[in-house]
């Protein structure tokens, strides 16, 4: 084989993600199996690691390809099995139905959230009350419909704004306006300052938003995919689970806006940056520009879209059928009634979110090798030999850390199972297993904000087309939880040790 055809090769693996990533990867798939037959333990707990450090450079190299590598290298070398994966997927099979048509489903709401979002952006000037009512809109909607949902509609109204700014900014007219820019010179330099504080105005809105859908995640059954395991087992309707988490749920709520409200005024870790006029002004302008020249058909598009979003915040509610379902209903119901009969035009609304529903399946390869290696099982018998009194706080803190590099379901699953096994065992009681699963809910939803692969809604805006636009990275994601873990940590664990 000759040396430019190596080099191709060389150049053809993982695109131009560089040169060190491309080394790192390829170590990585090296050592797993050296270490695999070694310490087939350590050789999980690296892997997942591995993993992790794929998430973290997603603006690097979006994590399906080297994640699926380490995945389809954990199966050869006998890590976990394809039935295994498998297994892991149907378990999720609801999660994945969400992605593929809820998610679509929103895009052909985006010119309603856009028009109802601008509003609110424009008429509220205060960045502290903004925030506040992006986190609290946030959980309230994401008690009664689910966090990965809301996420999607927070995308969908951020790359939005970005859209017509960029399409102002640049003097393009697309569907901003009929604006002329011709003179407005060298946009990249005269707008760079703007675009620079607009995208931190952008990251830190979205960040509120994305803790929100976790602060009203925890609160009811429809709110998290594992809040539905935890109910089952536990025997709770809607009403039940909601008293049960309310006295450590409605603590971390408070606490919550609290800090939100408290992040904008210290303008720390990345909070507190204003919207520059100048972008105000181009996002009235827009505004002004899009109600004059709206049309009856177009005025007609946003009546069907508002009673779209109606039927789904009410079927979601009263949860008539699997999430993913309502999305697809939606699909069929706007695009029906809106003309959108073309394939390819319904196939745009399917761009954003499928390349994560793959990706999610590979994660859930990574979960199987937890759940093949025993990876969390000696800490759960530690749990379990603590005392009664201590056990509540430490499932709060253990199923949150390991919710943190981990995927914050499985943990749930695999905790709440085997307390249901003590309970039936008789080795628990009714009232101390209902104190450990809420222990456990609280525990997977809150602390679990710490890090994007902690839960599926901020790994979802972590590879989704916003976070290189507003440059969102993992690090960066981290670096802006920091003081939401603490809090919601803090006053969780505080939560939960008062009600043993």
């Known amino acids: 084989m000759s040396q430019n055809t190596l080099s191709a090769f060389a150049d053809n693996f993982l695109g131009q993600s560089g040169t060190w990533y491309k080394q790192t990867i390829i170590a990585f798939l090296i050592i797993n199996p050296v270490l695999f037959a070694i310490n087939p333990f350590l050789a999980g707990w690296v892997l997942v690691l591995e993993f992790i450090f794929t998430l973290a450079m997603a603006l690097k190299c979006y994590p399906l390809q080297p994640g699926g590598l380490l995945a389809i290298e954990a199966v050869a070398i006998g890590m976990t099995s394809p039935d295994s994966v498998f297994h892991e997927t149907a378990a999720n099979f609801e999660v994945i139905l969400l992605l593929m048509f809820m998610v679509a489903g929103i895009y ?113 059954l429809v709110g998290e995919p594992q809040n539905l395991v935890i109910a089952e087992e536990a025997g709770w309707d809607f009403i039940t689970f909601f008293l049960k988490m309310a006295p450590v749920s409605m603590p971390t709520l408070v606490a919550g806006l609290i800090t939100c409200g408290v992040l904008e005024k210290v303008k720390f870790f990345g909070y507190g940056s204003e919207l520059p006029e100048s972008v105000r002004k181009i996002l009235t302008d ?98 379990l030999d603590l005392d009664e009194n201590l056990q509540g706080p430490m499932f709060f803190a253990a199923n949150g850390f390991l919710s943190m590099i981990s995927d914050n379901v499985f943990v749930a699953t695999v905790y709440i199972t085997e307390v249901k096994d003590a309970l039936d065992a008789g080795t628990i009681t009714r009232e101390h297993f209902d104190l450990l699963a809420v222990a456990i809910n609280t525990g997977t939803n809150l602390p679990s904000v710490a890090t994007p692969n902690g839960q599926a809604a901020f790994l979802f805006l972590l590879t989704s087309a916003l976070a290189p636009l507003i440059r969102l990275s993992y690090g960066r994601m981290v670096i802006m939880a920091v003081p939401y873990t603490f809090v919601l940590g803090i006053v969780g664990f505080i939560a939960v040790y008062q009600m043993v």
Request: proline share 1%; charged share 15%; net charge negative.
């Open 108 to 220: 052909f709401m985006k010119s309603l959230l856009l028009f109802i979002f601008t509003k609110i952006l424009l008429g509220i000037r205060s960045k502290v009350l903004l925030s506040l009512l992006f986190c609290l809109v946030s959980a309230v909607l994401s008690a009664f419909l689910d966090a990965l949902t809301v996420t999607a509609v927070l995308i969908a109204v951020s790359v939005g704004f970005y859209g017509v700014y960029h399409r102002f900014a640049s003097g393009h007219h697309g569907s901003g306006g009929d604006y002329d820019h011709s003179d407005d010179g060298n946009v990249q330099d005269t707008h760079s300052q703007d675009l620079e504080a607009f995208r931190a105005f952008l990251r830190s809105l979205i960040m509120h938003g994305a803790v929100g859908t976790a602060l009203g995640g925890v609160c009811t």
């Open 286 to 383: 827009f505004d002004k520009v899009q109600s004059a020249k709206r049309t009856t058909r177009e005025k007609c598009e946003l009546i069907i879209q508002a009673a779209g979003a109606l039927f789904l915040v009410v079927a979601l509610a009263l949860h008539v059928a699997e999430v993913g379902l309502i999305g697809l209903a939606v699909i069929i119901m706007l695009t029906a009634f809106n003309g959108v009969i073309d394939e390819h035009r319904i196939g745009h609304a399917f761009e954003e979110a499928l390349p994560f529903t793959a990706l999610l399946v590979v994660f859930f390869a990574i979960v199987a090798v937890i759940h093949d290696q025993h990876l969390f099982q000696p800490i759960t018998h530690m749990l």
